[in-house]
């Protein structure tokens, strides 16, 4: 026998690669970044739900993804919201995923640019509960469903400058530096329970979040944290 596996080179990557029978969980998958991987998800096999807080751009967006033949469903969640994510996770997602969840996105993102002595109470609790209080609580509810799928993942959207300083946005920087420590802390604390944790840290994209900020973002590269 070879030492390595021959690969077919006449297959795609949609023939080699499946996620025939898996479910994904993609938070924000109306615009931007979450709204591509619902896609390459969808693209690839998987049954995706995802959630926004505009009911009118979520219908448009499921009615585009029927076209597409993709199986994806939606709901309104304000993920800055307790209540609304514990819906999410224990009622909607749970019931139409059968208790199983194999996949879940941390992606939704906000921020607001201004030096630091001028950012407010407000500012500092909005950008916390939309990017880190929620992707926190997220992955605690999703943890038994994530457990019960026997092959689960958690991805974070973080973002490079929660690695380095682009000299703006302190509050948006900290959030994704913390949750570049919580990838750490649960790939190893859920690794028994079969569930992997990995975060994504792009750099400029263009998106409606990265438009009001895109002339003072000067970060070039991307860095991807593997558990
Ligand atoms: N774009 C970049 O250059 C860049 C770079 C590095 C990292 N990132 C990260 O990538 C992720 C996605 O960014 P993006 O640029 O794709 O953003 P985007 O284009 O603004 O899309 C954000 C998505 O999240 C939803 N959303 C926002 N706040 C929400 C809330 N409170 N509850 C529920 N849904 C909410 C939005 O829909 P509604 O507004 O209708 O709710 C939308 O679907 C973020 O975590 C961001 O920090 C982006």
């Given at each position: 026998m070879g030492s390595h596996a021959e690969v077919d080179s006449s297959s795609t990557p949609e023939s080699r690669w499946s996620l025939e029978g898996t479910t994904a969980l993609v938070t924000g998958g109306t615009k931007g970044i979450g709204h591509a991987?619902?896609?390459?998800?969808?693209?690839?096999?998987?049954?995706?739900?995802?959630?926004?807080?505009?009911?009118?751009?979520?219908?448009?967006?499921?009615?585009?993804?029927?076209?597409?033949?993709?199986?994806?469903?939606?709901?309104?969640?304000?993920?800055?919201?307790?209540?609304d994510r514990q819906k999410l996770i224990t009622s909607t997602v749970s019931s139409l995923f059968d208790g199983k969840l194999n996949i879940l996105i941390n992606n939704v993102g906000t921020n607001k640019i201004k030096p630091t002595t001028e950012y407010k109470a407000e500012d500092f609790s909005l950008i916390m509960s939309t990017n880190f209080e929620s992707a926190y609580h997220l992955s605690q509810l999703s943890h038994p469903l994530l457990k019960a799928s026997s092959a689960g993942s958690i991805v974070f959207i973080s973002s490079t400058c929660g690695v380095v300083s682009i000299n703006v946005g302190s509050i948006y920087s900290a959030t994704k530096g913390a949750m570049n420590q919580?990838?750490?802390?649960?790939?190893?604390?859920?690794?028994?329970?079969?569930?992997?944790?990995?975060?994504?840290?792009?750099?400029?994209?263009?998106?409606?979040?990265?438009?009001?900020?895109?002339?003072?973002?000067?970060?070039?590269?991307?860095?991807?944290?593997?558990?």
């Open positions: 991987i619902v896609e390459e998800l969808a693209r690839f096999g998987a049954a995706v739900h995802t959630c926004s807080r505009n009911e009118a751009e979520l219908n448009k967006c499921m009615h585009e993804w029927e076209k597409k033949g993709f199986r994806v469903t939606g709901s309104v969640c304000d993920v800055t919201s307790p209540s919580l990838t750490k802390n649960l790939a190893c604390e859920w690794a028994k329970d079969n569930i992997r944790t990995n975060c994504v840290a792009p750099s400029f994209t263009t998106t409606s979040l990265a438009e009001p900020i895109s002339c003072s973002w000067h970060v070039a590269a991307c860095v991807v944290v593997f558990y």
